[in-house]
C-alpha cells in the first residue's frame, strides 16, 4: 500500500494560541518577542501585524513603528514545542501515528486512514475546519512522502492534496526553499539564478552533489520519494488499539457504555483470531473540550470476553466525567499473552485457583478493593510464627513444601502481640492467671513451654516460650513469655492467638 | 386411609421442600460431613450445602472456634479440590492453623477489604461465581435485606456461603438457612494427664429452615468430628508422673 502523509503547518502557532486565550487579540496586530545580543526581535507575528509588513528577524522597536498599536509578547523557549505536542495528541484522533515537526508543524502517517472522513480532501478539510474552530489556522499538505507534503504545506499556492506519485510535478514549480535546505545553501541557489526546484531538478546527481553537497541531494530524493524517511512517532502505537470517533459527542451513560462496549467487542474479536487474551488495557476518552483521561483494568488471566471486560471497565465507569461530551474513545491492548486452551479446562471437574472462572472473580473483586489486598499463602520453612507463611500474588503458584501442622497453632493470631500481666508460680511453668483487656483469666490447664528462638541468620533477637494455656470458661490462649535467664531481665508475657 | 393420608403429607412436606430450595441429592452426590448426629437436624439429614450459614459470635475466642469449625466443614467441601475466598474486614486468622483441620491454606484466597461496606459487596460477587467451593465472610452488621440478596446470590449458583457475625449486640432476623453458635468448652483428657486436650465446642443449632435445631458437644479429634455424649468416668483417677 502505498504511504501518505500530511504534513500540517501551524502558520501563525504562537499568536493563534494567544488570541485563544485573549479573544480582543484577533484584530489586533500581534507579535512575540525574543531577546538577541540586547535587543528584542520579532521571532513570530499574526496575519494583521504581516500585512502591515512585520517579518521575522526585525526589532521590536521597527514594529512597534510599522505597526502602530501591536501587541508584544515576550518568548518563552519551548513554548511551540508544548503547543506541538498538544496538538499532536489532538491529532491522535486522525492517525495513530504523529510526528511533531518542530518548529511549527506536525507530521502525520495517514496511510489507510482517509477513508473513515470519506476521501482525503474531506479529510484535509475536516482538519482544516476543526481546527479553526479551536482558532488555529493551519495549511495542511499531502502527499506521497513527508518531502514533498511539507513543501506543499508551506510553499504551494493551491493543490495541497498531491495525487499519489504526482511529487515530481508538485515539486516542480516551488522554491528552493520548500525542500528544507538549509540558510547558505538557499542563498547561494538564489544567487545562481535557481528560483524553482524545477530549474535544477532535471542536473545529474553528481554535479548537484559536487556543487551543493549530500544533504540537498538527500532532501530533493526524499521529497521525491526515491530516499526514505521515517516518522518518529509521539507515542509509541500499540497493536492491539481500537477507536470509535462519535460524530455527536456523548454525555450519557448509557451512550458510553455501548460505546465502552462495542470497543471491547471489537478488540476481543481480533484477540480471539489471534488466539490471545487481553491482561491489561487502558481506555482513553477525548473530551470535546481538548482534555483527555483514561481508566486502566487489569486481569488474572488472558481474557477475551467481552462480558467480562466490560464488567471490570463498568466499575470504574462512574469516575468518567464526560463534561461537554466526548467525541472519541481509544482501548489500547497493553499487553496480550496467548490465551489458555479452553478444551482442557472443561474435562477438569472442580476448578482450581487459575481457572478462568475465579480468575475473573478476582479481577471484579481487585477492580473494587484492589490488588494489594487480595492474598494467598504458602508455607516458609520458618519457625518464628509470624514468618510462617507468606503472602503470593500468583494464583497458580503450589507450595514448595507441605504445611506443618506436628505442632498445633492458633486459629486466630494477635498482630502484633499484645502485653499482658500475667503470674507464674515456677520459673519456666505456665502462668496461673493473667489479666488481659481488665479481665482476669484463671489458668487450670496448659501445655508448653515450646521454645521458639529467633532464626539468627535472619534476624538478631531472643526467643519466646510459648503456652498453650486454657482458663475456667474453656478459652484456649497462646502465651508467650519472653527470656528472663540474664540477670537483670525479667519476664515479660504477651498474648499471641485464640486457639479454637 | 389413615396411612395415605400420612403418606400424602409426607410428599406434600417433601415438595415444598423442593420448592423452597432444598434439593434432594441423588444418593451418590452426598458428602459426608462427619457431623454424626447433627446431621439430623437439617431437611433430608443432609448438611445443606448451597445454603448461607450464619455463625453468631460475641468474643474472639468464639471467632477462633467458628473459624475452626468452619475449617472442618470445608475440609469435606475442599476434598474435591477447587478454592474457597475467605472475606475479611479485620482479619485474624492465622493461615498455617487451619492445615490442623484439614483445610490447605494455600487453597483459600483472602480478601482483606480496606471498607466495612466492601465486605458484603465481594462476598455477593463470591457467592454468584459458581467456581468457588466456598465463601467465608467475617461481618459486622447483615441486615436481612442483604442476607436475602446473598441467599438469592446462592440459590443460583448453589455455594456454600457462611457468614461470621462478629461482635454481635443483638441477633437480627436473617434469610440464611441456619444460624449457629459455636463456644469453646473446657477439654478433657484422661483424669489425671496434664496439659490441654482436642478442641471441644458447644455447637448450637438456634435455627434451622425446616430442620430441628438442637445443642451438642463437639470435639475435633484426628482430623474429623466426633459428637461427645458425656458418660459417667469410670476410670479410676490415676495420677501420671
Redesign the interface.
Known amino acids: 500500500m502505498p504511504k501518505r502523509f500530511v504534513s500540517i503547518w501551524f502558520r501563525y502557532l504562537l499568536t493563534d494560541r494567544e488570541a485563544i486565550r485573549q479573544k480582543s487579540l484577533r484584530d489586533l496586530p500581534v507579535a512575540f518577542t525574543e531577546p538577541d545580543h540586547g535587543r528584542l526581535l520579532v521571532i513570530a507575528m499574526n496575519v494583521n501585524a504581516e500585512q502591515c509588513g512585520v517579518k521575522p528577524g526585525i526589532a521590536a522597536a521597527d514594529a512597534r513603528v510599522i505597526a502602530p498599536g501591536i501587541q508584544l509578547f515576550e518568548n518563552k523557549p519551548g513554548r511551540n514545542v508544548k503547543l506541538l505536542k498538544g496538538m499532536a495528541e489532538w491529532c491522535l484522533r486522525y492517525t495513530p501515528l504523529v510526528m511533531v515537526d518542530l518548529p511549527d508543524g506536525l507530521l502525520l502517517d495517514v496511510t489507510g486512514c482517509t477513508h473513515l472522513k470519506g476521501g482525503e480532501t474531506e479529510y484535509l478539510k475536516d482538519m482544516v475546519s476543526r481546527l479553526r474552530a479551536l482558532g488555529y489556522t493551519i495549511r495542511p499538505g499531502m502527499a506521497d512522502t513527508i518531502g514533498c507534503a511539507w513543501a506543499v504545506a508551506r510553499c504551494a499556492e493551491n493543490g495541497l492534496n498531491v495525487p499519489p506519485g504526482g511529487q515530481r510535478n508538485a515539486l516542480m514549480p516551488l522554491p528552493p526553499a520548500s525542500l528544507r535546505l538549509g540558510t547558505d545553501l538557499l542563498i547561494k541557489l538564489n544567487q545562481l539564478g535557481f528560483y524553482q526546484v524545477s530549474s535544477f531538478i532535471h542536473l545529474p546527481k553528481s554535479v548537484l552533489k559536487r556543487r551543493f553537497g549530500g544533504n540537498m541531494i538527500l532532501r530533493l530524493y526524499q521529497a521525491l520519494g526515491q530516499e526514505a524517511e521515517f516518522l518518529l512517532p509521539l507515542k509509541e502505537p500499540v497493536p492491539y488499539s481500537e477507536r470509535i470517533s462519535l460524530l455527536e459527542p456523548v454525555t450519557i451513560r448509557p451512550a458510553i457504555e455501548r460505546a465502552v462496549h462495542t470497543l471491547i467487542d471489537q478488540l476481543c474479536k481480533r484477540l480471539y483470531g489471534e488466539g490471545l487474551g487481553l491482561r491489561s488495557a487502558v481506555l482513553t476518552y477525548c473530551r470535546i473540550d481538548g482534555k483527555s483521561y483514561q481508566l486502566a483494568i487489569g486481569t488474572n488471566h488472558p481474557s477475551q470476553r467481552t462480558d467480562h471486560i466490560f464488567k471490570l471497565f463498568e466499575l470504574q465507569l462512574d469516575q468518567v466525567a464526560p463534561g461537554l461530551g466526548i467525541e472519541l474513545f481509544i482501548l489500547d491492548a497493553l499487553k496480550t499473552e496467548p490465551a489458555s486452551d479452553k478444551q482442557s479446562m472443561l474435562w477438569n471437574g472442580k476448578p482450581t485457583a487459575d481457572s478462568e472462572q475465579v480468575a475473573e472473580l478476582l479481577d471484579n473483586i481487585a477492580a473494587r478493593v484492589g490488588n494489594v489486598n487480595i492474598h494467598r499463602y504458602l508455607p516458609k520453612e520458618h519457625h518464628w510464627p509470624e514468618r510462617a507463611a507468606a503472602n503470593t500474588a500468583d494464583l497458580t503458584e503450589i507450595p514448595a513444601s507441605e504445611w506443618r501442622d506436628d505442632h498445633i497453632r492458633p486459629t486466630q493470631l494477635l498482630d502484633p502481640p499484645e502485653p499482658i500481666e500475667a503470674m507464674a508460680l515456677t520459673p519456666d511453668y505456665a502462668p496461673r492467671q493473667f489479666v488481659y483487656r481488665n479481665q482476669r483469666h484463671i489458668i487450670v490447664s496448659a501445655d508448653g513451654p515450646e521454645r521458639i528462638s529467633h532464626e539468627w541468620w535472619t534476624e538478631d533477637g531472643g526467643y519466646r516460650d510459648y503456652y498453650m494455656a486454657e482458663d475456667e470458661e474453656g478459652m484456649r490462649y497462646w502465651l508467650f513469655g519472653t527470656p528472663n535467664e540474664l540477670p537483670g531481665q525479667t519476664r515479660r508475657w504477651f498474648i499471641h492467638g485464640y486457639f479454637a | 386411609m389413615e396411612a395415605t393420608k400420612e403418606e400424602m403429607i409426607d410428599r406434600l412436606r417433601q415438595d415444598l421442600m423442593g420448592w423452597e430450595g432444598f434439593r434432594p441429592l441423588p444418593p451418590g452426590e452426598r458428602q459426608e460431613f462427619g457431623l454424626g448426629v447433627i446431621e439430623n437436624a437439617f431437611p433430608n439429614q443432609t448438611f445443606p450445602t448451597g445454603a448461607l450459614h450464619e455463625f453468631i459470635s460475641t468474643?474472639?475466642?468464639f471467632?477462633?472456634?467458628i473459624?475452626?469449625?468452619i475449617?472442618g466443614i470445608m475440609q469435606t467441601l475442599l476434598a474435591?479440590?477447587?478454592?474457597c475466598?475467605w472475606v475479611s474486614y479485620t482479619r485474624?486468622?492465622?493461615?498455617?492453623?487451619?492445615?490442623?483441620?484439614g483445610v490447605?491454606?494455600?487453597?483459600?484466597?483472602?480478601?482483606?477489604?480496606?471498607?466495612e461496606k466492601?465486605v458484603l459487596?465481594?462476598t455477593e460477587?463470591?457467592l454468584k461465581?459458581?467456581?468457588?467451593?466456598a465463601v467465608i465472610c467475617e461481618t459486622r452488621l447483615l441486615s436481612f435485606m442483604e442476607s436475602r440478596r446473598l441467599q438469592l446470590a446462592v440459590e443460583q449458583s448453589h455455594v456454600t456461603g457462611f457468614i461470621v457475625r462478629k461482635d454481635v449486640k443483638h441477633i437480627t432476623t436473617s434469610a440464611c438457612a441456619a444460624r449457629w453458635t459455636v463456644?469453646?468448652?473446657?477439654?478433657k483428657?484422661r483424669p489425671g494427664m496434664?496439659?490441654?486436650g482436642h478442641?471441644?465446642?458447644q455447637v448450637d443449632l438456634l435455627k434451622v429452615r425446616n430442620g430441628h435445631p438442637g445443642s451438642w458437644t463437639l470435639e475435633?479429634k484426628n482430623k474429623q468430628f466426633t459428637v461427645v455424649t458425656e458418660q459417667v468416668q469410670t476410670e479410676k483417677m490415676q495420677r501420671y508422673a
Open positions: 468474643r474472639p475466642e471467632t477462633a472456634a473459624s475452626s469449625f475449617a474435591g479440590g477447587g478454592v475466598v485474624r486468622i492465622y493461615p498455617p492453623a487451619l492445615k490442623r483441620f490447605n491454606p494455600d487453597r483459600i484466597i483472602f480478601i482483606d477489604v480496606q471498607r466492601d459487596w465481594v460477587e463470591a461465581c459458581n467456581g468457588i467451593a463456644k469453646p468448652l473446657r477439654s483428657l496434664p496439659g490441654v478442641p471441644r465446642w475435633w
